[in-house]
């Protein structure tokens, strides 16, 4: 071989193995494939009571007791809103995992159509995973309120694989 195959194959590998999840990635989103409920929505570091809309999409009341479906290996899903009185039906997203500094620990959604197709220009939300097992996950993200920091966590109990 001359150098010139021998260059293109070691830059080729190199985009391949730099593209490719590490193995605790693997293992924490295949932890969450799967049907979810979110089973309560909390403000933590504050007192009060707090009114907000989650996602652009509805009130946080809404979100207790939706259903959320993860499917691992396409990386697509969706929530489904059932609650009366709320915008109901399905919203489809498309989510990965990112490391951070080399542990998987950060949860990133976005919506999608029918087709797979972004909805809103690459834009989404970012979550901490502050905990994950078989049966139970909770997402956490720092928000501002009037000058003070609060988090955001949902909390979802698994409810099939």
């Not at 499917?71 to 899903?77: E, Q």
């Not at 951070?100 to 197709?117: A, C, R």
């Not at 309120?145 to 955001?152: A, F, R």
Request: with cysteine.
């Amino acid at each position: 071989m001359n150098k010139k195959h021998i260059l293109l194959i070691t830059i080729c590998s190199l985009i391949l193995y730099s593209c490719s999840l590490s193995k605790e990635n693997k293992e924490t989103r295949k932890s969450i494939d799967g049907t979810w409920e979110l089973t309560d929505v909390s403000y933590e570091g504050t007192q009060g009571y707090f009114k907000s809309t989650l996602f652009n999409d509805a009130d946080s009341k809404c979100f207790k007791g939706s259903e959320w479906f993860f499917r691992s290996n396409n990386s697509t899903g969706f929530y489904n809103i059932m609650n009366d009185g709320c915008p109901t039906g399905q919203r489809n997203i498309r989510w990965s995992i990112q490391d951070v500094n080399g542990v998987p620990s950060q949860f990133q959604f976005k919506y999608i159509d029918e087709k797979k197709n972004d909805l809103n220009g690459g834009y989404g939300y970012v979550f901490k995973v502050a905990s994950l097992n078989q049966n139970q996950m909770k997402l956490t993200t720092d928000v501002n309120v009037d000058g003070d920091i609060v988090t955001l966590a949902l909390q979802y109990s698994r409810k099939s694989l």
